[in-house]
T-cell receptor, first 113, second 114 residues
């Protein structure tokens, strides 16, 4: 059962523009959401997270927005840089069960110079 | 400490053989996780340890899979009688349980069963 869905397998943007990566979830019990970035031949690297008590969290060029009513979150990268080219995974977990994180299938972002 | 390490990085084996992978977590982390990732999918949770205790196993972890974490440090994941469907990237992650959810991943072991 795909409880976390990333419907866009790939996204291409121009350097300097905004990248918006989307993620939808079906489990209303999820209360913590994370984004991971993965380069080839490396494991996923934690990027940014958000708790369900917030609707926005910002860290430098990265901002995550959470819309609980729509069960939707998005990651905004602005301005996008070529080094941001990677696969981005959305992940979610339930309270008191954060060991079983559910991941989306990932979105491959390509930032063109 | 340079992060989570995994060994080997690649393993090719014939169907029916046993394989064992090793994961060394970040030294102060008390939780260790194993995931499996197949092409085009995100990581899928297999099992996790808190210190040396294995506290949870996914239904994905069949009887042919066994994981250990002796002394609460490194962990091993063994697959017995490998099948072609076991071909995947096996990822290890660790975290320091302090109320946060972030897990830190190793580079993975890519298993190919021929």
């Amino acid at each position: 059962d795909q409880q976390v869905k990333q419907n866009s397998p790939s996204l291409s943007v121009q350097e300097g523009r905004i990248s918006i990566l989307n993620c939808d979830y079906t489990n209303s019990m999820f209360d913590y959401f994370l984004w991971y970035k993965k380069y080839p031949a490396e494991g996923p690297t934690f990027l940014i997270s958000i708790s369900s008590i917030k609707d926005k969290n910002e860290d430098g060029r990265f901002t995550v927005f959470l819309n609980k009513s729509a069960k939707h979150l998005s990651l905004h990268i602005v301005p996008s840089q070529p080094g941001d080219s990677a696969v981005y995974f959305c992940a979610a977990s339930e309270p008191y069960n954060n060991n079983d994180m559910r991941f989306g299938a990932g979105t491959r972002l390509t930032v063109k110079p | 400490d340079t992060g989570v390490s995994q060994d080997p990085r690649h393993k090719i084996t014939k169907r029916g053989q046993n394989v064992t992978f090793r994961c060394d977590p970040i030294s102060e982390h008390n939780r260790l996780y194993w995931y499996r990732q197949t092409l085009g999918q995100g990581p899928e949770f297999l099992t996790y340890f808190q210190n040396e205790a294995q506290l949870e196993k996914s239904r994905l972890l069949s009887d042919r899979f066994s994981a250990e974490r002796p002394k609460g440090s490194f962990s091993t994941l063994e697959i017995q009688r490998t099948e072609q469907g076991d071909s995947a990237m096996y990822l290890c992650a660790s975290s320091l349980w302090s109320g946060t959810y972030e897990q830190y991943f190793g580079p993975g072991t890519r298993l190919t069963v021929t």
